[in-house]
């Protein structure tokens, strides 16, 4: 009698569905605070450890509803579904962001660029001009960047919690 196994895809949708509303939830909030186009670390760290935490509780899960048992691939499959799942939602909230939410986004984040590569002597006004011009015309490569960086991002997360929490099943 075959067993009932639970399905990897089940929980990268479930999990991904949590990971890309919460990173949407964060997004909200930096937008109310008007950090929403700046480059800070520790925004970027706990933006991080939201990818972790999630990641790390779709595959311990996945373990749990699996008599315990997780293969490596499993592991892989459950987090780096899970991660593009979320990119996919990061990636639509983000254009709506940019284009209808805040119409003005584009030449903030710009600005914010432009004026640290200004102070730290990297560029002159002219080149900055330039810059902004140039970013405005390929905003738009960003998006599937964002898409395969957050996919990578999530088979790297994905492969360390696997070889962590890994076990497979006796033959």
């Known amino acids: ?18 990971l890309g509303v919460i990173s949407v939830i964060f997004g909200i909030m930096l937008y109310t605070l008007d950090m929403h186009y700046q ?15 999630v990641l790390f509780f779709a595959i311990n899960q996945f373990k749990k509803n699996n008599d315990g048992f ?20 990061g990636v639509v909230y983000q254009y709506a962001l940019a284009n209808y939410i805040d119409p ?3 030449d903030k ?8 590569a200004m102070a730290n002597g990297k560029m ?6 330039q810059g ?19 996919v990578l991002f999530g088979l790297i997360i994905s492969l360390v919690i696997g070889l962590i929490i890994k076990k497979n099943k006796p033959e």
């Not at 800070?40 to 450890?49: Q, R």
């Not at 984040?109 to 640290?116: L, P, V």
């Not at 902004?132 to 957050?150: A, H, N, Q, R, T």
């Open 132 to 150: 902004k011009e140039m970013g405005k015309k390929f905003f738009w490569v960003g998006y599937p960047i964002y898409l395969i960086v957050s």
């Open 70 to 89: 997780l293969t490596l691939s499993e592991a892989l499959k459950v987090g780096v579904g899970a991660a593009l799942i979320a990119a996919i939602i």
């Open 124 to 129: 002159t006004s002219e080149q900055v001009e």
């Open 109 to 116: 984040a710009m600005d914010a660029q432009m004026a640290e």
């Open 104 to 106: 003005n986004f584009m």
């Open 39 to 53: 480059r800070n670390t520790a925004v970027t760290i706990v933006g991080v450890l939201i990818t972790v935490v």
């Open 1 to 18: 009698m075959e067993e009932n196994q639970p399905k990897t895809g089940k929980y990268a949708l479930n999990f991904g569905l949590i």
